[in-house]
């Protein structure tokens, strides 16, 4: 069974930093592009950003996150990584990670970050 869990979340302050996990089980995490989407009230799922599995991990970003955001992962640990710094009010969402396995999607529950002041 594919299982992902998010963690990570939590409220802060315009300017402020976090850095989201995601644990992966029942696939072989390390042959697999892995990416992170987020949702907020209102909006579509939008991809944030992608990592591949070929060469330690190509990476790609969302304009609206690029210089911001950093995505990594640790093949070791089975775990993709999500580091957020300065982040804005417009960065409130949802966020989860995802991977597509025999051309199906596959999502992990979510975690909720929530930027204000």
């Known amino acids: 069974q594919v299982q992902l869990v998010e963690s990570g979340g939590g409220f802060v302050q315009p300017g402020g930093s976090l850095k989201l996990s995601c644990a992966a089980s029942?696939?072989?995490?390390?042959?697999?592009?892995m990416r992170w989407y987020r949702q907020a009230p209102g909006k579509e799922r939008e991809l944030v950003a992608t990592?591949?599995?070929?060469?330690?991990?190509?990476?790609n970003y969302a304009d609206s996150v690029k210089g911001r955001i950093t995505i990594s992962r640790d093949n070791a640990k089975n775990t993709l990584y999500l580091q957020m710094n300065s982040l804005k009010p417009e960065d409130t969402a949802v966020y989860y990670c995802?991977?597509?396995?025999?051309?199906?999607?596959?999502w992990g529950q979510g975690t909720q970050v929530t930027v204000s002041s």
């Open positions: 995802n991977v597509v396995l025999d051309f199906r999607n596959h």
């Open positions: 029942g696939f072989t995490f390390s042959a697999f592009t």
């Open positions: 990592i591949t599995s070929a060469g330690g991990g190509t990476t």
